[in-house]
């Protein structure tokens, strides 16, 4: 389980939300929305230690993040980035592989067996297995996301958080992300990812962590968070929201 007690975080000593309290239960999908510059992605970086909180702590199973080693917390928490990066000299699975530093001591990498297993059943998850030998910057933006949620998952661990992970996909790609991410919080993993469509995100999160007006403004199932006034108070913008057979679903309501 993933605590977040009355946690602050901000860049640069300026505070972007405050006071989020918030349980992360194992087995769950939860999607972070909110306009850009909220805070969507420092919040993620506070979750796996890689940003300080200003206030407030974060714990993984009652333990605090800061009392963990940065080994041990990359055994735990895996953070799948959305950055564009360039690798020119590394293959599809070299890329991959670097998921499985952290159950390596620094000081020893030789690739073992397990690693290898981690390593296809990874590549296998997202449909990469016949791109393994391509060099990584032949990829297409979309296939690249795919590696880099591969990486994630080669590092098997029980926490997964990933920053925009279907950015630059085609809405078929995007789905198939999305629903390899919900298998993957059925099997027992806590998903947390940042996401920008709210309909994605309602189809198939369990909660909807919504941040705004530098606080959290709701944390709970899509039914209650997609509330028209709750969505024009965050992102400010009017939408009309539509009952389906799946759920709620909102539209942006254009005005001429």
Known sequence: MIALDAVAIGVAQRTLVRDIDARIDPGE???????????????????????????GSISLDGTPLRALSGNARARAIAFVTSDDAMIETLRVRDVV?????????WWEWRENAGD??????????VDLEAEAQRLFTTLSSGE???VWIAMGLAQETSVLLLDEPTSHLDVRVAHEILALLRSLAREGRTVVCVLHDLNDAAAYADRLLLLGCER?????????VLAPALIERAYGIAVSRVE???????????RP
């Open 29 to 55: 999908f939860v999607a972070v929305l909110g306009r850009n510059g909220v805070g969507k992605t420092t919040l993620l970086r506070a979750m796996c230690g890689m940003r300080p909180v200003l206030q």
């Open 144 to 146: 690249r996301q795919r």
């Open 97 to 105: 592989a670097i998921g499985r530093y952290a159950h390596h001591p």
């Open 116 to 125: 290898d297993a981690a390593i296809q059943r990874a590549l296998r998850a």
């Open 244 to 254: 389906t057979p799946e759920g709620p679903r909102v539209f942006a309501a254009i």
């Open 216 to 224: 959290m403004l709701a944390f709970d199932v899509a039914d209650r």
